[in-house]
């Protein structure tokens, strides 16, 4: 029997056993699909660690780039130096294994596809729940398999590493990290929502990543843009998907800056999640409509 199958035959064990749970144990069942998460993710232990061992070979490409350019001119760029440079994209690694999911959209979809949604249709569990417990189990078992290559490449660049004086600082980066996982699971969430209408939504995943890379983060830290463009992409919510928590870590963001931030950054979080909810009650609409 595959990992897959077996996940598949347990997940409906747990979707029958929901019909009899009382309300007082809602959090139980929840629980119960969080640990069948990580057994089935488990499985895949050593596909996430080549992943992730693999998806450092980029950041020697960036080492060499920024050195090149600090070296060509001669000084700091918007506050950065090329240690704090490379502290910045050490940072990114690590936060998108914390925060961003791992093929949550392919497997949302194959489940409208396949007609796998039915068996939450007439069980007292939400779908919606049900995949960030999955989304969770997924985002623990992926973080701790990747931890130890990217602990090493922290220890290789120690010499550039600091940490926030003001516990403050410590506070507000990780409830910045909390909602920015939560941000990019809904976001996730609600494009796979899409394959309710259409059939293959690698060109939307597509777009959307692009989005995320260019305006998250990901490529160059978000404040050596000018001003003006700053001020727009604070607005957009690629910004509090990843570049936030960094930024409030590393002190680049702070006092009454920082506030807005996380307030902004909240926003997008209600505003997120009530898009994946108004998703999957259009899509359900739909699906039934045409006889899903």
């Keep these: 029997m595959t990992p897959h199958l077996a996940f598949r035959m347990t997940r409906e064990s747990a979707l029958a056993n929901a019909r009899y749970s ?15 998460g990580l057994q089935n993710t488990f499985v895949y232990r050593w596909n ?36 704090s440079m490379i502290y910045y994209y050490l940072l990114t690694i690590l936060v998108s ?11 949302i979809a194959s489940d409208i596809r396949e007609g796998q949604i ?13 995949r960030f417990s999955i989304f969770l189990s997924g985002r623990l078992v992926y973080t701790l398999i990747t931890i130890p290559p990217i602990a090493l490449i922290f220890i ?29 699971f809904f976001i996730t969430y609600s ?18 990543y692009s989005f995320e890379y260019f305006l998250g983060g990901q490529m160059f830290p978000v404040d050596i ?14 910004y509090y998907e990843l570049f936030c928590p960094i930024a409030i870590f590393l002190e680049r963001l702070k006092g009454v800056e920082m ?15 009530a898009t994946a909810r108004y998703m999957w009650k259009r899509g359900l609409g739909h699906y039934q409509a045409v006889g899903g």
Excluded: H
């Excluded at 039915?118 to 049900?130: D, G, H, I, V, W």
């Excluded at 494009?191 to 959307?208: D, H």
């Excluded at 001003?227 to 957009?236: I, R, S």
């Design 48 to 83: 996430y660690f080549l992943r992730a061992v693999f998806a450092l070979i980029p950041l020697a490409g960036t080492v060499f780039l920024w050195r090149a350019i600090f070296n060509e001119r001669g000084g700091g760029m918007q506050g950065y130096d090329y240690g």
């Design 22 to 36: 009382p309300v007082a144990m809602q959090a139980g069942k929840y629980l119960a699909v969080f640990k069948l």
């Design 191 to 208: 494009i796979a929502m899409m394959a309710f209408w259409i059939l293959e939504i690698s060109t939307i995943v597509f777009i959307v």
């Design 156 to 184: 290789y660049f120690r010499d550039y590493l600091t940490v926030p004086a003001d516990p403050v600082a410590w506070v507000c980066a990780f409830i910045s990290l909390l909602m920015a996982a939560m941000i990019q």
């Design 97 to 107: 294994n914390l925060v961003t999911p791992t093929e949550d959209e392919w497997q």
């Design 118 to 130: 039915n068996s939450f249709l007439t069980k007292p569990l939400s779908y919606l729940a049900y």
């Design 225 to 238: 843009m000018p001003a003006g463009v700053q001020a727009v992409m604070k607005w957009l919510p690629f």
């Design 259 to 273: 506030y807005q931030a996380l307030l902004i950054q909240t926003g997008w979080l209600v505003a997120t999640w």
